[in-house]
Nanobody
Framework: QVQLVESGGGLVQPGESLRLSCTASGIVFSDYAMNWYRQAPGKEREFVIGITSGSTLNYVDAVKGRFTISRDNAKNTVYLQMNALRPEDTAVYYC????????????WGQGTQVTVSS
């Protein structure tokens, strides 16, 4: 049984930082691309950033220079470091796993809320 468990969400002010974590079980973690998606109120879920099994990074322009992703295969964990947060980053953030270099895989976490507000 595959499980992805996110943590680290919360309420921050604009310009502040937050780090999300996603720990996986039930998969050979090192074989999987790990991605972060987000869904803002009234909008569709969108891809934000990902790291392939070979540690190649993919990300959207909206987070370039502000967000970074890393993985620790020994801990089955992927991290999303979010800096210089903006109100428009407010969303539920979802962890996603797909084989090798997939930008969207079959497995999803339950989501964690990130709110950026003064």
């Amino acid at each position: 049984q595959v499980q992805l468990v996110e943590s680290g969400g919360g309420l921050v002010q604009p310009g502040e930082s937050l780090r999300l974590s996603c720990t996986a079980s039930g998969i050979v973690f090192s074989d999987y691309a790990m991605n972060w998606y987000r869904q803002a109120p009234g909008k569709e879920r969108e891809f934000v950033i990902g790291i392939t099994s070979g540690s190649t990074l993919n990300y959207v322009d909206a987070v370039k220079g502000r967000f970074t992703i890393s993985r620790d295969n020994a801990k089955n964990t992927v991290y999303l470091q979010m800096n210089a947060l903006r109100p428009e980053d407010t969303a539920v953030y979802y962890c996603n796993a797909g084989l090798f270099s997939a930008l969207e895989g079959d497995y999803w976490g339950q989501g964690t809320q990130v709110t950026v507000s003064s």
